[in-house]
């Protein structure tokens, strides 16, 4: 899906590197200033030899850069190698924060891009190819896309560093994207003062060797940062492009997207992982996954206040709610408090169903954690089977369609 058309950066997004790429600069060097003056100066010196070889391509300029480098004592070469690292990660944040400035100038449709959105394609498939806005229902309904995770022992960059980076760059796409009064420019500007002076206080190199449950928890971080977030919205923009031609959404039974690692499991001769420690990895996965569903329905179960609904969610709320109406109150509510609920500790009436639904679905989710932490097994089948968790998800998503004002809801989130 690529036109044959080039893609240039506009002239604002040019600017605004040149500009992010000046301001993160001189942060980082009011830091290393701080910290550090005498390496500051001599990195400022080899930064402005550098710039001129660029410019010149003069022998002489890269013989004067070298002897100037041959000089240092290790000691300030560490640290002169670091500062060049820190600032080499700060403009790939400025040339990402462009990009996506890029990106959304095509989307308005300010300049052509080399890569179309989904929307485009779609249009394209169906008005010059000629191919039938049924096939392409068909067609995304009957493929899966696997992506599976492995370990990267070459990743440069720890944890601590990456969510550091990734605040830097949030803001200075805030700075870009929203209307601002001089003071809040001012408190976003020290925010990402702070963030750049706390990556550079952070020691840049793991200090011990990583397990590989320690790589199964680096990889799932990216479940909780991105995957998480983002395949929801790109689900919602497939479910728009197949409006803009004609076709319903995609089935909600239907996965786009199957994710899977090798993680713990990789047994080609590595010592370090047996059968122990893939049982591990695969019950932090499921943990990791079955927390991110109790946030999901935590935050689901105080936007659903409603109480119409079809008799089929009806019925099963009733079921649920005559079940939790058996327990003592009290002991209800002071065993949801330990478990650190947000809210809803007592039962609730049968005449918001939503929120009893949600609510059964909430502890069955804590169970499951419970189980794995006091046993540490992997779960059954009847822990872990599709109906144990999707049905009541269904029945909710049929009644918001039967609904269709409260269709907008997307339970994916």
């Not at 009290?330 to 007592?346: I, L, M, Q, S």
């Amino acid at each position: 899906m690529v036109d044959a058309s080039p893609v240039l950066m506009p002239t604002s997004a040019k600017q605004l590197l040149r500009d992010d790429d000046s301001l993160l600069r001189q942060v980082f060097f009011n830091v290393l200033r701080h910290h550090h003056p005498n390496t500051a100066n001599k990195v400022d010196v080899i930064y402005a030899l550098s710039q001129a070889w660029c410019k010149s391509k003069d022998d002489a300029d890269f013989e004067l850069l070298e002897k100037y480098l041959y000089n240092l004592k290790p000691e300030e070469c560490i640290l002169v190698a670091s500062s060049f690292s820190h600032m080499l990660n700060l403009h790939n944040l400025t040339e990402e924060v462009a990009n996506t400035q890029t990106e959304r100038a095509g989307r308005m449709g300010e300049l052509t891009l080399p890569t179309r959105s989904t929307n485009m394609s779609l249009i394209k498939l169906t008005s010059n190819s000629n191919v039938k806005p049924e096939t392409v229902y068909e067609t995304l309904c009957n493929q899966t896309v696997a992506l599976v995770f492995t370990a990267h022992p070459t990743q440069a960059f720890r944890q601590s560093l990456l969510k550091k980076y990734a605040r830097v760059r949030g803001y200075l796409d805030e700075m870009h994207n929203k209307r601002m009064s001089p003071y809040e420019k001012i408190e976003l500007l020290e925010a990402i003062r702070a963030q750049v002076q706390a990556a550079w206080r952070t020691d840049e190199i793991r200090r011990q060797k990583p397990t590989p449950q320690d790589e199964m928890r680096h990889g799932l971080s990216y479940f909780q940062q991105t995957i998480m977030d983002m395949v929801p919205i790109f689900y919602r923009r497939v479910d728009t492009a197949l409006a803009n031609i004609g076709q319903p959404r995609m089935p909600l039974t239907h996965r786009l997207f199957e994710f899977g690692s090798w993680m713990g499991g990789d047994r080609d001769g590595n010592p370090n992982v047996t059968a122990g420690t893939t049982r591990d990895v695969v019950v932090l996965a499921r943990l990791e996954a079955v927390n991110a569903y109790f946030h999901a329905v935590e935050t689901l179960m105080f936007d659903l206040s409603m109480w119409r609904c079809s008799p089929e969610l009806k019925a099963l709320a009733r079921r649920l709610a005559a079940r939790a109406a058996a327990a003592d109150p009290g002991r209800v509510a002071e065993e949801r408090k330990k478990r650190n609920y947000a809210d809803f500790w007592t039962p609730i009436a049968a005449n918001e169903p939503f929120r009893v639904v949600l609510s059964h679905m909430r502890d069955r989710c804590v169970s499951v954690c419970l189980l794995s932490l006091v046993s540490g097994a992997v779960f059954g089948r009847q822990c872990c089977a599709h109906g144990w968790w999707f049905d009541p998800w269904l029945s909710c998503d049929r009644v918001l369609i039967w609904g269709q004002g409260l269709a907008l809801f997307v339970w994916l989130e």
